[in-house]
Structure formats: structure tokens, C-alpha cells
């Protein structure tokens, strides 16, 4: 069976899916992904779908999972890269992915993981703050 | 009047076999010359029926046809499966209903992607959805 | 004397291009603006020597049969590129219709003595007139109407400029009604320069959208959430008075949608997503 690898960087996964998807193949990349988060007890996940062709409602529902579920394990999920043809359709079909983050590429998507985390980092440095 | 210029058929049987059905669909879009944008949306719409084929029905049967009308060429598609029909098609086409655990988007959601869409369907005997979308839909 | 279709056309050939031609240089209609009276002649010529060898008595109320194909195809090629020199309906009409005149002219002028035989010829004469009439119309208007398909795709080409207006902020100023075919494209075409620029922010300025009723809400509420999933926010700016208040009228939700009154104001806030400040510059200080 085919198997779509996760990169650890730091504390990120980075997952590039390179072939195409079908529901089995996408089902296993949610519980591999979750799996991988908490045992890495990773704070963010990079999905890039650039060279992604196809979007259907399944796997639209899959990423819109897998952002809900690493989210409960306090790790944020960032799509990056959906190519033009993919987000019209997308649309069109009546998915919008609205609990899932995007960024245009895997840079700004990293970025976009720093400032989530680092925004959550301040946040427990003002508590720390208040409390003394 | 609709014209057929060309004829392929592709056998559903299990889930891995949507990957070529893209691939055979892509090429023949490709062909016509269809714009990217309308190759994904026919793409996913097959993708989506293909779906429904293997969740009720089991298998099935894709019929890739090259058709023109007037100044009009696109690509339609037809998935017959001897599956156990659709006892409602009205309360199927609703956007939000499902009897699966899908998200219920699967036939409107479709619908709304390609530029024809009709189905057919007796209960116990099988159930036929006929897509088309044109090159410049 | 004639007493056969078939006899009268061979025999008054040339008399029959000759009179139609004069009755064309002799109508008001003439445009020879648009094309030659050589040209003309021509054209003429070619479709009284087909129509000759095509007509024949059995044939000639049997316009469907295929003996016809050729001719009505001339017809067709005539009337279209009539229609795209820009000769009017009319004009076109009373080619056609002159040709019947002319016809109906050298039967009198053959038949005087035989009002019988004249009624029954000019009655065959007449139906097949007419249906070149109407083949004429037809493809009159398909060629017309090829060209207002053919300006359409320009229009919707040429209205839908993306300007990449700072590094990494797109604008796409809206001209005229926005429906579902232009949303298509301007949906393709920012989200493809989104790409190609790697730009972080669009700002679709409406202030040319006459009217924003819910279908149009509705498209750009499309337009920016698939601009979302690629990763990139989107501003709408240009929303005049009115459309604020029928979009309140409508009940239309636009608020997890960025908008702004101006294209300057939008500007302004991408300016500081980006966290980019424009100042005026400090005068330059003189040293004495």
C-alpha cells in the first residue's frame, strides 16, 4: 500500500502529498498525521498540496479533519500551496475549509506556524507576568 | 443535436481504480482543448460519482464520450452501477442530505460543477448519472 | 418561347446576370463602400452559374434534396461574410431578392403570351426564392452573432486586469455587472497571478459594479474565499452607499469579509497587514 511520508522539522511535520490521492490512501495520511503529533507532541503541521491536481468533497473533508483533530492535540494545521483550479472548485462544489489555516507556500507557511505558536508562547509569558 | 466523436469505457471496481478513470478523463479534456479550471471541476465531479459508485453499488461502469453540439465540443460522462437505486432522487440532490457519512455534498455539489447533469434510477435495479461539461462552460 | 425551368435559366444565362446586376448597381442599396462592383459581379456570377447547373423541373421544389447542398452553402458563404463586412440585414435581403426580380422580369419578358405557363414557372421560381431568402437570413444572423460571441471573450479578456499595485498586494478594479461567466474569470485570473506574484493580498475594487444584488454578493463571496484557500486575503473595496444599503436591504452576510469604503482606505490596510508604513519624506536640511 502506498504511504505518503512525514517529515519532522523541529517542532513542525511536514507532509508533501506528490501523488494522487484516493480515500484509503488520504484516510491512513489523517491517522498516520495524528498518530505522528502526539507522539511527537509536534505544535504545528505543514500540508503542502501543490502538486495536488484534485481536491474532491472527501478529501476536502479529510484536510478540514485533520486541522480539527491536531488542533485538540494543541497543533495547528496549515495548508499551503492549492493550486488556482483547485480552490475555484472547491468553491463551486461548496467547500470552503473554513477551520483550516492556508498560506501560499511552505516559507509563508512556516512563518505563518511561528506566529501562531509565538502568539500562544506570549500569551503564557503574560500570564507568567500577571501571576507575580 | 449532440454529436459523439469518440468512446471509451473504464471499469469500476475498487477504490484505486478512480486514479486512471483522472488520468483518462485529464487526457481526453486535454485533447478538446478544455481550460484547466473545467478539466478540474469535470475531474472532480467524477471523482465524487465514482465515489458514490463504490460506496453503494460496488462497481461499475464509466462511459468517456467526446461530444459536440454546434459550436460546442466537451467531454461527458456516464456511470451506470447495478447498485440498489435511489429511492428518492429529489431528497438525494439536496445539498446537505446524505444516507452515508459523507458530507452530503456529493450529488448537488456535482451538479453544480459541470454544465449538464441527469440521473436515473430504479430501486433494485441500478442507477445511471449522465455528466457533461462543455470545453468553454 | 420557354416552357421548362431548366430551358429558361439555360438560355437566359447571361441575360439573367446582366439584368440582376443592373438592377443591383441601380438600388439605393448599393454599398459600393464595402465591396467593388467588380467584386459584386463576381459574386453574382458564381451564384447564377451554380444556381443554372443545380435548378433543374424535377428538382426545383425539392430544396431539401442534397443536389442543393452546394448552393445553399455559396449562399450561406455570401451572406456570412456579408454580415461581417458590415452590410445591413436589408442590404443583404435585397440581394437576394433582386435576383427574384430579375427573374421574374425575363419570364415576362418570355412568357408575355403564355399567362399560364408564366403563373406555374414564376410560382416555382418564387418558393425557391424565398427559401434562398431565408437560408440567407439565417446565416446572416449566425454570422452576426459568431461576431458578438467572438467580442464578448475579448470584453470579458480585457476587463478583468489584475495590478499588482505594491510587492505582494494585487488589485482587480470591476467593470460592469458581474455574472457568473465573469466571475469564472476573474476568479482564474487573480488567483493565477495570486501565483505567479506570490502575493499575499488582493483587493477587489467594485466601484465600477452598477448594482450589488445577492447574486453578485454571492460571487464575490466566491471570489474571496477561494482566494482564502490559496492562502491569500482579500479586501473589497468600492463599496459606494447604496450598495452598502441594498446589501443590508438583502440580508447578505459580508462580515467575515474584509471591505472598505475606497480603493485607498483597502490600500491603506494592506499596507499595514504587511506591516508597511508610507510616510512623507523629511525635508532635505540645508547646510549653510
Redesign the interface.
Known amino acids: 500500500m502506498d504511504k505518503i511520508p512525514i517529515l519532522r522539522m523541529g517542532p513542525f511535520l511536514l507532509v508533501t502529498i506528490q501523488v494522487?490521492l484516493?480515500?484509503?490512501l488520504a484516510l491512513n495520511l489523517e491517522t498516520d498525521l495524528v498518530n505522528m503529533v502526539h507522539k511527537t507532541g509536534a505544535r504545528g503541521v505543514l500540508i503542502d498540496i501543490s502538486a495536488v491536481?484534485?481536491?474532491?468533497?472527501?478529501m476536502g473533508?479529510i484536510l478540514g479533519n485533520i486541522a480539527s483533530m491536531t488542533r485538540v492535540l494543541d497543533a495547528e494545521t496549515v495548508v499551503v500551496g492549492m493550486?488556482?483550479?483547485?480552490a475555484?472548485?472547491l468553491i463551486?462544489?461548496?467547500?470552503s475549509l473554513s477551520g483550516v489555516y492556508t498560506a501560499l507556500d511552505v516559507e509563508r507557511g512556516m512563518a505563518l506556524l511561528q506566529t501562531k505558536i509565538g502568539s500562544d508562547d506570549e500569551l503564557i509569558d503574560d500570564d507568567a507576568d500577571h501571576t507575580e | 443535436m449532440l454529436i459523439t466523436l469518440s468512446k471509451d469505457s473504464i471499469a469500476i471496481t475498487r477504490?484505486?481504480d478512480?486514479?486512471p478513470l483522472?488520468n483518462r478523463v485529464k487526457e481526453v479534456a486535454v485533447k478538446i482543448g478544455m481550460g484547466?479550471?473545467n478539466?478540474?471541476?469535470l475531474?472532480?465531479a467524477a471523482?465524487?460519482l465514482v465515489?458514490n459508485m463504490l460506496r453503494y453499488a460496488g462497481t461499475g461502469n464509466v462511459l468517456i464520450e467526446v461530444v459536440s453540439r454546434g459550436r460546442d465540443t466537451g467531454v461527458r460522462l456516464t456511470f451506470s452501477d447495478k447498485g440498489p437505486g435511489i429511492a428518492d432522487i429529489n431528497l438525494a440532490m439536496q445539498?446537505g442530505y446524505s444516507t452515508g457519512k459523507?458530507?452530503g455534498?456529493?450529488l448537488?455539489?456535482?451538479k453544480?460543477?459541470v454544465n449538464e447533469f441527469s440521473i436515473q434510477s430504479v430501486v433494485g435495479q441500478g442507477t445511471t448519472v449522465t455528466i457533461l461539461k462543455w470545453k468553454n462552460g | 418561347m420557354t416552357n421548362s425551368v431548366a430551358q429558361f435559366l439555360k438560355k437566359n444565362k447571361d441575360r439573367l446576370l446582366d439584368t440582376w446586376t443592373q438592377k443591383q448597381l441601380a438600388s439605393d442599396t448599393l454599398r459600393d463602400d464595402l465591396m467593388s462592383n467588380d467584386e459584386l459581379r463576381l459574386q453574382s456570377e458564381e451564384l447564377v452559374n451554380l444556381l443554372v447547373k443545380t435548378v433543374n423541373d424535377e428538382n426545383i421544389n425539392q430544396i431539401e434534396s442534397s443536389r442543393f447542398d452546394e448552393l445553399f452553402e455559396l449562399l450561406s458563404g455570401i451572406s456570412m461574410s456579408r454580415a461581417r463586412q458590415g452590410f445591413s440585414p436589408r442590404e443583404t435581403g435585397l440581394y437576394i431578392f433582386s435576383l427574384k426580380d430579375a427573374i421574374f422580369d425575363l419570364l415576362q419578358q418570355d412568357l408575355s403570351s403564355d399567362p399560364v405557363q408564366l403563373f406555374e414557372i414564376s410560382l416555382k421560381f418564387n418558393r425557391l426564392l424565398d427559401s434562398f431568402g431565408v437560408v440567407t437570413f439565417e446565416t446572416f444572423i449566425k454570422g452576426r452573432e459568431e461576431v458578438i460571441f467572438r467580442q464578448t471573450e475579448e470584453i470579458s479578456d480585457i476587463s478583468t486586469p489584475v495590478i499588482q499595485v505594491w510587492d505582494g498586494i494585487l488589485a482587480l478594479p470591476i467593470i460592469g455587472t458581474l455574472d457568473s461567466a465573469r466571475t469564472?474569470v476573474v476568479m482564474?485570473s487573480l488567483l493565477q497571478k495570486i501565483v505567479d506574484t506570490g502575493s499575499s493580498i488582493a483587493i477587489l475594487d467594485i466601484s465600477g459594479v452598477p448594482a450589488v444584488d445577492s447574486l453578485v454578493a454571492q460571487h464575490l463571496i466566491k471570489t474571496v474565499s477561494a482566494t482564502r484557500l490559496m492562502g491569500a486575503d482579500c479586501i473589497i473595496s468600492g463599496i459606494r452607499p447604496e450598495i452598502a444599503q441594498t446589501v443590508v436591504h438583502l440580508g447578505i452576510d459580508l462580515s467575515n469579509i474584509i471591505t472598505k469604503a475606497t480603493l485607498a482606505s483597502a490600500l491603506k490596510h494592506a499596507f499595514n497587514m504587511n506591516k508597511l508604513t508610507v510616510k512623507r519624506a523629511e525635508p532635505e536640511k540645508k547646510f549653510l
Open positions: 494522487d484516493y480515500d484509503r491536481s484534485i481536491v474532491d468533497s472527501f473533508r493550486q488556482p483550479a483547485v475555484i472548485t463551486e462544489l461548496g467547500l | 477504490e484505486q478512480v486514479v483522472r484547466l479550471v478539466q478540474t471541476k475531474i472532480t471523482s465524487e465515489r445539498d459523507s458530507l455534498l456529493g448537488p455539489g456535482t453544480r460543477l | 469564472q482564474e
